[in-house]
């Protein structure tokens, strides 16, 4: 075998397991900006700080830039959650939208938080979902933020009004998942 031969096969099999590698590595997602578009705008006063927490900020900087695409990856491909994010698309290409969010807090509650007596974290379905959904890893992420629905939106009487809000999310990734993803979303508070 010449040098050059050798060299070529070198170098392809280099690229061959760098490109296998980055096949396996999780994505890595930025920690989402504040960011106006429009008259749209999301601004974080706290960061998020592990992998599940910035899953969950991503999810709101998506409904304010309307980036539905990124949208899906964040959630599990279900029937749900394709009519949902249908429904979501639907009413922002009307011009319904929330048109500001404030991230007050973003907080990865620990068990003893979200299952026990505390109602402004309470959450007792989520061990139960997370089997349902057969999670490897999970995280129940508390996020306390301000929304402002645009004016279009409000007309038409959203299910939650505008104003200060309390939610919790599971998050979790099953056995061949890389990434985190929203597989249920808590009862606004």
């Known amino acids: ?18 490109a296998s590698f980055c096949l396996l590595v999780p994505r890595r997602y930025p920690v989402p900006a504040d960011t106006t578009i429009g008259t749209r705008s999301i601004r974080y006063e706290d960061r998020p700080k592990t992998a599940a927490e910035i899953t969950v900020a991503r999810y709101f900087l998506n409904q304010i830039t309307g980036d539905f695409k990124e949208m899906k990856k964040l959630l ?6 394709r009519i949902t994010l249908e ?33 402004a974290f ?3 379905d989520a061990e139960i979902r997370a089997r349902q959904e057969n999670l490897k890893d999970y995280a129940v992420i508390h996020v306390e933020f301000y929304q ?6 409000e007309s038409r009487a959203p299910q939650w009004n505008s104003g200060e809000c309390g939610r919790n ?16 979303f808590g009862m606004m508070m």
Request: hydrophobic share 35%; net charge neutral.
């Open 169 to 184: 999310f599971l998050v979790g990734k099953k056995a061949l998942d890389k990434n985190y993803k929203i597989y249920d």
């Open 122 to 124: 309470s959450y007792p």
């Open 87 to 119: 429904n979501e698309k639907g009413a922002f290409l009307k011009g319904e939208s929330i048109e500001t969010y404030i991230i007050r807090s973003i907080t990865t509650l620990e068990r003893e938080q979200y299952t026990g007596d505390n109602e």
């Open 1 to 18: 075998m010449n040098k050059k031969a050798v060299w070529t096969a070198s170098v392809l099999g280099a690229a061959a397991l760098l």
């Open 148 to 153: 402002k629905w645009n004016d279009k939106a």
């Open 76 to 81: 599990p491909n279900t029937e749900l959650d």
